[in-house]
């Protein structure tokens, strides 16, 4: 069966230093989501996209955040500089397209601890 | 905007006992629903989904959902719950009609199965 992949599993850093993830979506699957969940929260949509261009990244901290899908297949989030507050599960998505909400997949997630 | 509201926080149950974990969702255009699980330290597990047709959806390991309409109501259920039971468990919605659409969560409820 078809997963997605994400790594690392964990990462510890200190604050002000630099962090990414990476995520690869099922085979065939045009829309890709990263969300953030904070303990004891639900996910939080950070950037979702459609190929390799970003449809929504209205929630994304575009002061530290960066994300990235340049050949719309793999992507990469990136936080630079990492603070406190920015420790949570980091989780990635994708589905056929964006029609598709529904046949949302989620991968096992990135836990970021920052201290 | 969509939002949900999950009514209660943890839920403790004794083990083969019924359980209804309990989901409210605000929306003014029609929706999808869904309820997902999470495991910890992993990512989320779609259980059952409302798209259309029948109110009573049956998921995967025994749980089944009922939308309501007029209640505005989306509750889970399991007639007997098991120790591996335990977990996140997170209610969901998205508008139906929109190639932008997005998945708000609800906070979570953590259920406990006592033995």
């Known amino acids: 069966e078809a997963e997605v992949a994400q790594s690392p599993r964990y990462k510890i850093t200190e604050k002000s230093q630099a962090v990414a993830f990476w995520c690869d979506p099922i085979?065939?699957?045009?829309?890709l989501y990263w969300y953030r969940q904070i303990l004891g929260q639900g996910p939080e949509l950070l950037v979702q996209?459609?190929?390799?261009?970003?449809?929504?990244d209205s929630q994304l901290p575009k002061d530290r955040f960066s994300a990235e899908r340049l050949k719309g297949v793999d992507s990469t989030l990136k936080i630079q500089p990492a603070e406190l507050g920015d420790s949570a599960m980091y989780l990635c998505?994708?589905?056929?397209?964006?029609?598709?909400?529904?046949?949302?997949?989620f991968g096992p997630g990135t836990r970021l601890t920052v201290t | 905007a969509q939002s949900v509201t999950q009514l209660d926080s943890q839920v403790p149950v004794f083990e083969e006992a019924p359980v209804e974990l309990r989901c409210n969702y605000s929306?003014?255009?029609?929706?999808?629903l869904f309820w997902y699980v999470q495991y910890p330290n992993q990512g989320l597990q779609l259980l059952l989904k409302?798209?259309?047709?029948?109110?009573l959806v049956k998921g995967i390991n025994g749980f089944e959902a009922e939308f309501n309409k007029s209640q505005t109501s989306f509750h889970l259920r399991k007639p007997s719950v098991h120790i591996s039971d335990t977990a996140e468990y997170f209610c969901?919605?998205?508008?139906?009609?929109?190639?932008?659409?997005?998945?708000?969560f609800g906070s979570g409820t953590r259920l406990s199965i006592r033995p």
């Open positions: 996209f459609q190929d390799e261009s970003v449809v929504d």
């Open positions: 929306s003014s255009v029609s929706v999808y």
């Open positions: 085979s065939g699957h045009a829309t």
């Open positions: 409302y798209l259309s047709g029948s109110t």
């Open positions: 969901a919605v998205s508008e139906s009609s929109s190639s932008a659409s997005k998945i708000i």
């Open positions: 998505a994708s589905s056929p397209g964006t029609y598709f909400v529904h046949e949302q997949y």
